[in-house]
């Protein structure tokens, strides 16, 4: 009776010891499954922030979407913060940090230091003077770049507000369905069309909590 009771136990220890390597390996395989699932979202995101994607993927996106208090990212350009940013750009492309400083500093440059979006409010900032306008949404469009790539403008038209707010301002994030933006390029003016082929200068913006070092990382993890 003994040995049959001791065969019996060590049969359940081994069972169970069987259950538990089957749960484990199935939980591998569920972890290398989710692992696996989200490389292939993470690829196909970083193809659409390239600028590859289909037209049927762009989505119409609302102003709240840049909604916040932002701020340029051109003064940290000009005072060496974002150096390291350069240097790094050497490294992996075709030109030297001073060639990728100078092009930087035609795309990020501008007068207006702030911005300030709520509602269909849109603020703009120099020093301490400020206009406003409301903007309402005017379609999107998209552009094909020289080396192939792609982006979306997402176009918004002055429907009040005051004269010198412009007529026109179109975003470009890399994000091209609704989302929270973490960043954006700004384009403005008081033609829809001419906007649309400025190509050389694209104010840049950080939300306004952000400090100089802060806005450094988020370039460098990008």
């Known amino acids: 009776m003994t040995k049959v009771l001791k065969k019996l136990s060590y049969v359940a220890a081994i069972s169970t010891a069987l259950g538990l390597t089957g749960l484990v390996s199935a939980h591998a395989a569920s972890e290398h499954k989710h692992s696996h699932s989200h490389?292939?979202?993470?690829?196909?995101q970083k193809k659409v922030?390239?600028?590859?994607?289909a037209d049927d993927q762009v989505k119409a996106r609302p102003l709240s979407d840049w909604e916040g208090d932002w701020q340029s990212v051109y003064p940290?350009?000009?005072d060496g913060t974002l150096d390291p940013v350069m240097a790094d750009k050497a490294k992996h492309g075709d030109k030297s940090a001073a060639d990728y400083r100078a092009y930087?500093?035609?795309?990020?440059k501008t007068d207006v230091d702030r911005i300030l979006i709520a509602g269909s409010k849109?603020?703009?900032f120099r020093g301490e003077t400020a206009v406003n306008g409301d903007y309402e949404t005017d379609g999107h469009e998209i552009?094909?770049?020289?080396?192939?790539?792609?982006g979306v403008r997402f176009i918004f038209k002055k429907?009040?507000?005051?004269e010198a707010a412009p007529a026109f301002i179109q975003f470009s994030d890399h994000i091209i369905a609704p989302e929270k933006a973490g960043h954006y390029h700004l384009y403005w003016g008081d033609?829809?069309?001419a906007v649309l082929k400025e190509l050389t200068n694209w104010p840049t913006y950080y939300p306004a909590n952000l400090d100089g070092k802060q806005i450094l990382e988020e370039m460098l993890a990008h």
């Open 159 to 162: 429907v009040a507000g005051d």
């Open 49 to 53: 922030h390239e600028g590859y994607f």
């Open 39 to 44: 490389s292939h979202a993470d690829e196909a």
């Open 122 to 124: 849109v603020t703009f």
């Open 104 to 108: 930087y500093d035609v795309g990020y």
């Open 76 to 78: 940290y350009l000009v």
């Open 143 to 150: 552009l094909t770049y020289k080396k192939g790539n792609r």
């Open 191 to 193: 033609d829809r069309a």
